[in-house]
């Protein structure tokens, strides 16, 4: 199958534009601000842009949540938050069904309980 070149531009044309190229020293990839000049350095600013878009959980403890049931996937629980791990990866949760520990993925903020005393402004 051949391959359609819409832009017709003629192969000398092309070599002169990469030569000058060449010789002005432009390298890289993209517009001039985000120009990138090799594929390590484009991965590590695709990371950094995922690190910033990746959620960040907030619950604190005495935040009631909604699971799944691990026994029954089809059904949901509400569970308050006990403890929180360090690394902020897992919750555990006292249940109707006992107590659970769950990935912070999982869970979602249904109630916070606003605590007076944390209220600084009084």
């Not at 030569?19 to 350095?41: E, I, N």
């Not at 999982?106 to 600084?120: G, I």
Request: net charge positive; with cysteine; proline share 6%.
């Amino acid at each position: 199958m051949r391959r359609s070149n819409k832009l017709k531009v003629p192969p000398a044309v092309r070599a002169a534009a990469r030569q000058t190229a060449k010789a002005q020293g432009v390298t890289g990839l993209g517009k001039p601000k985000l120009r990138v000049t090799d594929g390590v350095a484009a991965s590590q600013m695709r990371q950094q842009f995922r690190d910033q878009k990746r959620p960040k959980w907030l619950f604190r403890e005495g935040d009631m949540v909604r699971v799944k049931n691990p026994q029954n996937i089809l059904e949901s629980l509400l569970g308050m938050v006990i403890s929180i791990d360090q690394a902020y990866e897992t919750l555990t949760l006292t249940t109707p069904a006992g107590m659970l520990t769950v990935h912070c993925k999982t869970a979602k903020l249904v109630d916070r309980l606003d605590d007076p005393c944390d209220n600084a402004s009084e």
